[in-house]
């Protein structure tokens, strides 16, 4: 099946600081979705990506469709204590229903 | 904000009962999803449902799980006779458009199942 390398596996920062985060796969995707996870709940969308090539902003958060469509990255900039969490990529592609999700970056904010 | 709401939120079952997860899906969406994690784990695809059946399956979804839209509002994740590999954070999702459309897909809070 398809799988998405996520990468870093956790981040420690200092608030304030800019994040970056990536996947990488062997796979071409249709889709690239990003989410934020807090622990005991569900995956909170935070942006799609659509188009290969696409840039697409959210507040602080900024994405990037790979033009290979095989790779996306997420940056926070001004990082600040709520963005505290785990941030999942994941693709939709090769004619499937179902997500392929990363392992998770998990971000840990030093005050 | 619409949301996708799911029941319970925490259940404990012994092994070999059966279970039933209950989700309410975003009203005016048409595509519907259980997906599972597992502690520390990513998040794992399980089945997509559209048009009143079964459209994908993953290998996790074997014969001891089923799903059924009972009425015009919710959609239910059967487990027939429960292991212990089954603990898990059950998520239900929900979209719009499908695998072909530029998808955008919705989580709800989740169903935390512990079997024992």
């Known amino acids: 099946g398809q799988q998405l390398n996520q990468s870093p596996q956790s981040m420690f920062i200092q608030e304030g600081e800019d994040v970056s985060m990536n996947c990488t796969s062997s796979s071409i995707f249709n889709t690239w979705l990003w989410y934020k996870q807090d622990p005991g709940e569900g995956p909170v969308l935070l942006i799609a990506l659509y188009k290969a090539g696409e840039l697409t902003s959210n507040g602080r958060l900024t994405a990037q469709f790979g033009i290979t469509r095989k790779d996306s990255f997420l940056n926070i900039s001004a990082s600040i204590p709520s963005d505290v969490g785990i941030y999942f990529c994941?693709?939709?592609?090769?004619?499937?229903?179902?997500?392929?999700f990363g392992k998770g970056t998990h971000l840990i904010i030093q005050p | 904000e619409p949301e996708v709401t799911q029941t319970p939120s925490h259940q404990v079952t012994q092994m070999g009962q059966e279970v039933i997860l209950r989700c309410v899906p975003i009203s005016n969406h048409l595509y519907f999803y259980w997906y599972r994690q597992i502690l520390g784990q990513k998040v794992e695809f399980l089945v997509s449902?559209?048009?009143?059946?079964?459209?994908?399956k993953s290998e996790i979804f074997d014969d001891q799980f089923s799903v059924e839209r009972p009425d015009g509002s919710n959609f239910t994740l059967k487990i027939r006779s429960t292991k212990l590999e089954d603990s898990a954070m059950y998520f239900c999702?929900?979209?719009?458009?499908?695998?072909?459309?530029?998808?955008?897909?919705?989580f709800g809070e989740g169903s935390w199942l512990t079997v024992v």
């Open positions: 999702a929900s979209s719009v458009s499908g695998r072909w459309s530029g998808n955008t897909i919705y």
């Open positions: 994941a693709g939709q592609g090769g004619g499937a229903d179902g997500l392929t």
């Open positions: 449902f559209y048009n009143n059946e079964i459209s994908e």
